[in-house]
């Protein structure tokens, strides 16, 4: 299924929306978190007059997003903008210059405000549904407030909000873009409309229309000088310049040409600098508008719509960009460079999600839109990272997205124009033979050559041959937005229509289909048929989703049909939970995602975390551990249970409330095998367990992070701290995938690594010629080995091949980490459990222990030779956060914060405490680049476990390629 709502429906919503009943839900046993990709459009932008690191920046269809450490991180802050996907549409955004937690939001469905700097916010319903453009608040008054609206004029508030009027008499023109008090003057206000520009000199009682000169017609932008406030700007298609007061006007644009302006910005301690964000990029003028200069260096999308200055500290500057992979950027000098800031803005529509049966950390994301981002994104971590998959796809704007189930690394998208297939795991695409705008996919389980698509135009088309040559099935005229294969009989398909036709049903093979909409009711053209999922049985059980009618079950294979409670929402998407009859999960338009484990007679909301609610597609890992939810504005989100809470969740073999051994559950809520007589660790043996070098698909093995509990790590691991008994070398012989006969391995990787220099004295805390760090108590495990060699450098998973500013360590005992097919260290680390050279405690205690360092600015034989860098500005934690949900992590996060200790970091500061900033530059030279080693705990969950921790490493240095290093790490614990 595709979500791409057509106007009719969200007209109709904006109906009934205001009188549907919203039941309470219970609160939901689990967390979402944002994994991207990033990108999308940024509407508004406002900074903190007295934090300027913080920063709210409002989006299309993604809603508010808000930073606290100048751009390096950015989450959704929505909790509120909930109503209507409208509500997300962001047009203006305002901070209170007295009490700057006060924030004003114009969405398109009205104004809304947050008393707690964008943590909550509330609905000023005297605004009306009306879009609200833009928030203009006395400074000297700041109860007093002017709203701007796209059809209803200019609104005014004295009590900050609570209640409001219209001002219009005297306005020529009710879409109203912008307004701006007169500095010293408050009564005196300008507003920019599609029909000129007004201004009133009584507070808005009457209005009167500016001309002198003035021949804009949409006047979208305003700047008036806080030094000279007779001296003003007005912009739309070219700016014009008044100082006089606005009594009279002359072009003010001297190299701006024709250019659409979008937002003006006048540096509040030097007015006679001004920025222009244009559809041809930012430009500046230092002389009061007189000449204008193209300031694009680093930004890599011209098509500017908004602009901040830091009042504190006016040469840094952030401009917001539409439909780009960077949303933001930053400036720190004037608009000379530009780099872009947009980690964690992730406002991007994701149209259908697909996760590879094979390998569960294997994700792709398909992009709704014809212009970017768009396409096809693969993750191989999870939803941690993402990288762009469009080689040969002749259209990026998707529709649909399915693998196959014979091969997921054969995988099948609709786009606008055609449908593509990848044989490769999207590295290329090729053309399938059908075109048009395809809108769902289904491929026979039993046969990978059969394949159904249909057409928005109408019907549906069957290929039997893989796409070489295509036939109609049926359904002609019909709008197909959800299509079903039996697996257990695949001659047996349902199909779900638009425009009040509902569910049709194959049972040759898609050759003649009939109506089955019996118990659906009397269905109209507003009615679609959104989702549709099928439990395979004897008798098969088909749950479907009718807009604005609800969700129905059939029991008879779609013969008759019966209304099921559901969470009395337009749901989007559904999703059976595999290997659990009767648990369900439903994505809903404006309410996020909802559980039941009843077949529907309780529903639970699944909303801690989801900085978004507008859901598209689910889809999950094949042991419904791991859930992602495909929004269409706010990116992917993920979601799992939160073990160890006394209630029993999806995935769990039991809940280890009571974090005992004994109980019969085990620290990672799974049921505890049988005690049995003999040593469990069967495994360990002098022969190494880590896999061979040699494997042809070492990213094959990868796990979705688990969602593990410290506390009850802490407590049930703590019994099996002796060593192995000698005789456990002698036991059960090793299987071949777990203790491989290939040693190279077990050779420490300092071998590999050239022999210092003659010249260099070892240990004498001094960095002499050879070494990487010094080793100057000789210590192991002090980051150094004795041979004053970094021990065990993993290169992490960066950007550009020069990223080697920062690079992980496996500092383990046996020093004998998991090397690639090239004998190089892989950035993927493997431990089983219980092997002593990798597994810090030796035991089998279903948790690896990895020891994990970082270190800076090193030069390492495994690594491309970097150049001489400038010092490292900052470092930041990204995976791993220290307010993780997964206690585990958390824990493991606080831990390798501690470590940077040793570097000299001052102090963590960022939404999520994770932003290091280092008190003194580290030098090339300096003895000791390396944190101290820390313990890095990986739970088990089933035969697998993995953890991904991801940082970067920037330098004082403008930005350039290869002066930002960002890495990820992945430790992945295996059974015994």
Known sequence: ??????????????????????????????????????????????????????????????????????????????????????????????????????????????????????????????????????????????????????????????????????????????????????????????????????????????????????TLVFVAAIAIDPVT??????????????????????????????????????????????????????????????????????????????????????????????????????STDGAGTWTAASVGFTNTRIAAIVVDASDPATVYAGLLGSSPPNGVFKSTDGGSTWTDRNTALGNRNIQSLVADPNDPARLFVGTANGLYRTDDGAVTWSGAGLAGSITAIAVDPTSGGTIYAAVASGGLYKTTDDGAVWMSSGLA????????????????????????????????????????????????????????????????????????????????????????????????????????????????????????????????????????????????????????????????????????????????????????????????????????????????????????????????????????????????????????APTVTTTTPPTPTSTPTVTETATPLETATPTPLPTAACGNAALDAGEQCDDGNTAAEDGCDAGCRFEQLVPGRGSAATDCIAEWAIVNPGNAPYLDRKGLPSFKQRCVDGDPRCDADGAPDGVCRFRVAVCLRNVDANLPLCGPFPAIGTYTLLKPRPDDRKAVRAADAAALLAAFARLGAAGVSGPHGNVLTFATPLAVAAPDNCTASTEIAVPLQGRRGSLTLKGRATTYAPLAKGTRDTDALQLICEGS
Request: charged share 10%; with cysteine; hydrophobic share 40%.
């Open 1 to 214: 299924m595709h979500l791409s709502f057509p106007s009719r429906i969200l007209a109709a919503l904006l109906m009934v929306f205001a009188v549907c009943h919203r039941p309470s839900a219970h609160a939901a046993v689990g967390a979402w978190s944002p994994d991207g990709p990033e990108g999308g459009t940024v509407s508004a932008l406002a900074v903190d007059p007295s934090a300027p690191a913080t920063i709210y920046a409002g989006s299309v269809g993604g809603g508010v997003f808000k930073t606290v450490d100048g751009g390096l991180s950015w989450l959704a802050a929505n909790t509120g903008l909930k109503g209507r996907p409208t509500e997300l549409y962001i047009h203006g955004l305002s901070v209170d210059p007295v009490s700057p937690n006060v924030v004003y939001a114009g969405t398109n469905s009205g104004g809304f405000k947050s008393a707690d700097a964008g943590g909550t916010w509330t609905k000023m319903s005297a605004l009306g549904l009306s879009s609200v453009y833009s928030f203009a608040i006395d400074p000297a008054a700041p109860a007093t407030i002017y709203a701007t609206t796209g059809g209803a004029g200019v609104y005014k508030s004295v009590d900050a909000g609570a209640t409001w009027g219209q001002s219009n008499t005297g306005l020529g023109n009710l879409t109203v873009h912008v307004a701006k008090l007169v500095p010293g003057s408050p009564s005196t206000v300008f507003a920019g409309t599609q029909g000129g520009l007004f201004r009133t000199t009584d507070g808005a009682a009457s209005w009167a229309q500016v001309t002198g000169g003035l």
């Open 477 to 724: 005229s019909r709008y197909v937005d959800a299509l079903v294969i039996d697996p257990v009989v695949p001659t047996t398909l349902y199909a779900g229509t638009r425009s009040g036709y509902g569910v049709f049903k194959s049972t040759d093979g898609g050759t003649t289909w009939n109506a089955m909409n019996s118990g659906l009711g009397v269905l109209s053209g507003a009615n679609d048929v959104l989702a549709l999922v099928l439990d395979p049985g004897a008798t098969p059980t088909v749950y479907a989703s009718v807009s604005f009618r609800g969700l129905f079950r059939s029991t008879d294979a779609a013969a008759t049909w019966t209304a099921m409670r559901g969470p009395n929402e337009y749901v989007t998407a559904l999703l059976l939970a595999p290997g659990s009859p009767g648990t369900i999960w439903a994505g809903t338009l404006t309410r996020g995602v909802f559980m039941t484990n009843d077949a529907g007679s309780l529903w639970t909301a699944l909303g801690a975390g989801l900085g978004h609610t507008t859901v598209a597609e689910l889809a999950t890992d094949p042991t419904g551990t791991t859930l992602y939810d495909a929004s269409d504005g706010g990116g992917v989100f993920e979601w799992s249970s939160v073990c160890g809470n006394g209630v029993r969740e999806l995935a769990e073999g039991c809940d280890d409330g009571d974090l005992d051994d004994g109980d019969g559950c085990s620290s990672s809520c799974a049921v505890e095998p049988t005690p049995t007589p003999t040593p469990t660790a069967p495994v360990i043996t002098a022969t190494p367990t880590l896999e061979p070098t040699v494997t042809a698909t070492p990213t094959a093995t990868v796990s979705p992070t688990p969602p593990p509990t410290p506390t009850a790590t802490a407590s049930e691991t703590s019994a099996p701290t002796a060593t192995p």
């Open 229 to 330: 406030p007779t001296t003003m700007y007005a912009a739309g298609s070219t700016v014009f310049k008044s100082s006089d007061g606005g009594a009279t006007w002359a072009p003010a644009n001297a190299g701006l040409g024709s250019l659409g302006i979008e937002a003006l910005a006048i540096d509040p301690s030097a007015p006679s600098v001004l920025y222009a964000a244009t559809n041809g990029g930012t430009y500046k003028s230092t002389d009061a508008g007189a000449s204008w200069t193209a300031m694009n260096g680093g930004l890599s999308n011209l098509a500017v719509k908004a602009l901040a200055i830091d009042p504190l500290v006016p040469a840094t500057i952030y401009c917001g960009t539409a439909n780009g992979w960077s949303p933001v950027f930053k």
